[in-house]
């Protein structure tokens, strides 16, 4: 079915109120994710599965660590991560200190501008599809993708073009099902905020894992009932040992791998 046709016809009054809370992409995820619940089971299902998922407190994440972050203050532009979720982030970012990053999922380039600005020496490794991205074009086979609304608008990494640490920041293009992780860098902490369908938020996580499968830290956006895939795959990995949690006051999950 048309994800923008799932949109319209799962419009309630809680995904209204999502979108007055935190703008129109949230009012088109929790839209679909209405919809999808009717397909597959009641939406109290999803609520369920995300409350298995246990929350932990910041704090309790940095340690005895007084972190010190910079964070610009903006407007907010569709696609930008809440406040919120970029405290939660580059507090972990800053206590963490890799030397490298590779996110998954540039956008408009608010995030990797971030990180970049919080840790004066990292290589931040940054992933998104190629700029003449069409969904019309997309390859027989490969897993399905979602917020095709968000493709259609961005201006890959606009937000550090020019800027000093620009250097630092490295943009590959190309869909993350087909590409080689091995050949971006050495990371050892992985941002995953690309598409949030189960199939590519596995695919993503089981190739950044291999990157580093001792003591790498992951963080993954949009653990929330708006997305189902994401809630999955956390649950998915979970189940084979994994304690991945949730960062209270946001929707980060966050694990470190042993």
Not at 106 to 124: K, P, Q
Not at 205 to 215: D, N, T, V
Not at 224 to 247: C, K, M, S, Y
């Amino acid at each position: 079915m048309n994800r923008y046709l799932e949109a319209l016809m799962g419009f309630n009054v809680a995904a209204l109120l999502q979108g007055l809370r935190r703008g129109p992409r949230a009012l088109a995820h929790a839209s679909r994710a209405a919809c999808l619940a009717t397909r597959w089971g009641p939406e109290d299902a999803v609520r369920e599965q995300l409350a298995q998922i246990p929350v932990a407190y910041l704090d309790g994440l940095i340690g005895d660590e007084k972190c010190h972050i910079k964070l610009r203050v903006m407007k907010y532009e569709v696609g930008m991560m809440p406040f919120r979720d970029a405290i939660g982030l580059l507090s972990v970012l800053v206590v963490r200190k890799p030397e490298q990053v590779l996110e998954i999922g540039t956008y408009m380039g608010h995030t990797a501008r971030a990180m970049a600005e919080n840790l004066e020496t990292v290589t931040i490794h940054t992933v998104d599809l190629p700029p003449d991205f069409s969904s019309g074009g997309e390859s027989a086979g490969l897993p399905p993708k979602d917020d095709f609304h968000l493709i259609a608008r961005r201006i890959v990494g606009r937000e550090f073009k020019g800027q000093p640490f620009e250097s630092r920041i490295i943009q590959h293009f190309g869909d993350t099902a087909l590409m080689d992780f091995s050949r971006i860098g050495r990371p050892t902490f992985f941002f995953i905020d690309g598409s949030h369908t189960y199939e590519y938020c596995r695919s993503d996580s089981e190739k950044c894992l291999a990157l580093c499968p001792q003591g790498g830290t992951f963080l993954w956006h949009d653990c929330n009932e708006t997305h189902p895939g994401v809630i999955q795959f956390i649950l998915e990995w979970r189940a084979l040992g994994r304690d991945i949690v949730r960062i209270h006051g946001t929707d980060l999950a966050y694990w470190q791998s042993r």
